[in-house]
């Protein structure tokens, strides 16, 4: 775990922030399921993680999920700006499980990368008011489990890929150089949703200011890389 919450007793922690680090190859065994922000033993509640890169994944199994609801509840989340690259998860990379819900959270203007849920669902349930918009899925299962709401998302190179009225579909690779790790755009996107809460990448590129609010963790930026 990089973060859960400890201690006995129903009070919430509030207000964690996990922002530009970057986890690589986290683990999971039968006897220590992995997850990295976790509200294992209070629920958590207005977590924000964002500019984070949360790549590969070590051992033969599998996280529960990267960002999940385990244990007790994970409510008003704000995860945007973050790279999901090639992590293994049970549930889902964002996730509830059957022991907490996942509620109100919002998922903007991340990349996720040929990633491998079990579930196929890169977002998941249980829980309800999740909001997700302005991703950026590639080369992996695409579907989204229950409690989301989501639209504004691109999906290149996906299978199972969710109906969005705003989505967007490609066949080929949107970055530069995913294998390399490269994972800035390598061109603009469809035009997403624009979100002004949220308007700075992790580059400090202000989203949108060339009249296109980009998807994914990345905003295009000409001559850039």
């Known amino acids: 775990n990089c973060m859960m919450t400890r201690g006995q007793g ?23 399921h992995g997850e990295c922000l976790n509200p294992n033993e ?6 924000v993680a964002r500019y984070n890169v949360f790549r590969g994944n070590s051992g033969g199994d ?17 995860i945007y700006g973050n790279v999901f690259d090639s992590v293994s998860t049970g549930n889902g990379i964002i996730t509830g ?24 669902d890169w977002i998941n349930g249980p829980g309800a008011g999740n909001v997700a918009q302005n991703n950026l899925v ?10 989301w709401t989501h639209d504004y998302n691109g999906y290149y190179a996906t299978t199972n ?27 603009p ?16 590129n202000v989203r949108g200011a060339d009249g296109v609010w980009d998807r994914g963790a990345y905003e295009y930026v000409s001559g850039g890389s």
């Open 10 to 32: 129903g009070q919430s922690s509030d207000d964690w922030l996990f922002e530009y680090n970057v986890v690589l190859n986290n683990s999971s065994t039968s006897a220590n």
């Open 161 to 187: 890929t969710p109906a969005e009225a705003h989505g967007a579909t490609g066949a080929s690779s949107p970055l530069v150089d995913a294998p390399a790790a490269n994972d800035h755009l390598a061109g």
């Open 62 to 78: 599998g996280l529960t999920g990267v960002i999940v609801a385990n244990n007790s509840d994970n409510d008003n989340a704000a």
């Open 189 to 204: 996107t469809a035009a997403g949703i624009s979100l002004p809460s949220y308007n700075t990448d992790p580059d400090g």
């Open 42 to 47: 209070r629920p958590l509640n207005r977590l």
């Open 97 to 120: 499980t059957s022991q907490g819900s996942m509620n109100n959270a919002v998922v903007y203007n991340n990349t996720f990368i040929n990633s491998t849920p079990a579930t196929q």
């Open 138 to 147: 590639y080369k992996m299962d695409a579907s989204i489990g229950t409690g």
